[in-house]
């Protein structure tokens, strides 16, 4: 399922890191992003003392518990060659922990490493290693949400229309407003609920009216966010995370219609 071609090299060492809505809420995500990454030619593990990347503490102006998470994370992962995550959200928040440690030289620099080598899964899959799925079909419409952290904190926009442009009898139509944000926003949907749902009443509508069958799109908590305001509407669109759909799993996941 990879052309990544060439020479045969060692297989790199990839350490996945789940998420932890993935782990609690769509696991067939995380088993997901481990077919793809292992089509690709990686040898993955999944570190089971792996938690938290420390945003929700960190959104919230708990420095203190986000570096313990942070340390943890770092501790973990450090000795993979790369941690790739079906997140951008949590790829980008372990790319800021070098700005969290930079009162400790050490632990600066161990960060600054660990963020060098991580990656959002659909970057890594395009980005690292030149993959493209084969054999992989679904006869369906489909449209994407571009999600902010990947978009704008990790430059995701072309990789994910890439792969699922290999995906035989998927149309991909356009979403008006594909760049803007769902309403998620981690604890803004908590802190400011009138705005958020005022937003993601507005994405729901948009979705809706491309007709597509499908809504992908990278990180999970924005897809529980607009999966329950279409919910609500009424609206027969399914969710899926796009690495379900690449990996084959998205038609066959428990509860189809759930994100």
């Given at each position: 399922m990879t052309n990544t071609g060439g020479a045969r090299q060692a297989?790199?060492?990839?350490?996945?890191?789940?998420?932890?809505?993935v782990d609690m809420l769509r696991p067939n995500?995380?088993?997901?992003?481990?077919?793809?990454?292992?089509?690709?030619?990686?040898d993955v593990q999944i570190p089971r003392a792996q938690t938290c990347c420390g945003q929700p503490a960190y959104?919230?102006?708990?420095?203190?518990?986000?570096?313990?998470?942070?340390?943890?994370?770092?501790?973990?992962?450090?000795?993979?060659?790369?941690?790739?995550?079906?997140?951008?959200?949590?790829?980008?928040m372990i790319r800021t922990y070098p700005e969290l440690f930079k009162d400790d030289p050490a632990l600066s620099l161990r960060a600054r490493?660990?963020?060098?080598?991580?990656?959002?899964?659909?970057?890594?899959?395009v980005d690292v290693r030149g993959f493209r799925p084969a054999n992989v079909s679904c006869k369906a419409s489909a449209t994407y949400h571009d999600t902010c952290s990947g978009?704008?904190?990790?430059?995701?926009?072309?990789?994910?229309?890439?792969?699922?442009?290999?995906?035989?009898g998927l149309e991909m139509r356009p979403l008006e407003g594909d760049e803007t944000c769902c309403g998620f926003g981690g604890t803004f949907c908590i802190k400011y609920s009138e705005i958020s749902d005022a937003i993601v009443a507005e994405k729901a509508a948009n979705i809706q009216a491309t007709g597509a069958d499908l809504l992908l799109g990278g990180d999970l908590g924005c897809l529980l966010n607009m999966a329950g305001k279409l919910r609500r509407a009424g609206a027969t669109t399914r969710v899926f995370h796009a690495a379900e759909l690449l990996a084959g799993r998205?038609?066959?996941?428990?509860?189809?219609?759930?994100?």
């Open positions: 297989a790199p060492k990839v350490g996945l890191f789940a998420t932890c809505l995500i995380g088993f997901s992003a481990l077919e793809l990454l292992r089509a690709a030619g990686c959104n919230s102006g708990d420095d203190g518990n986000a570096r313990k998470l942070a340390r943890q994370v770092i501790e973990v992962f450090e000795n993979f060659d790369y941690l790739v995550a079906p997140s951008g959200s949590c790829a980008s490493t660990l963020a060098e080598k991580t990656f959002e899964l659909l970057s890594f899959l978009l704008r904190g990790l430059g995701i926009k072309t990789q994910p229309r890439a792969l699922l442009a290999a995906v035989q998205a038609l066959h996941a428990i509860g189809e219609e759930k994100p």
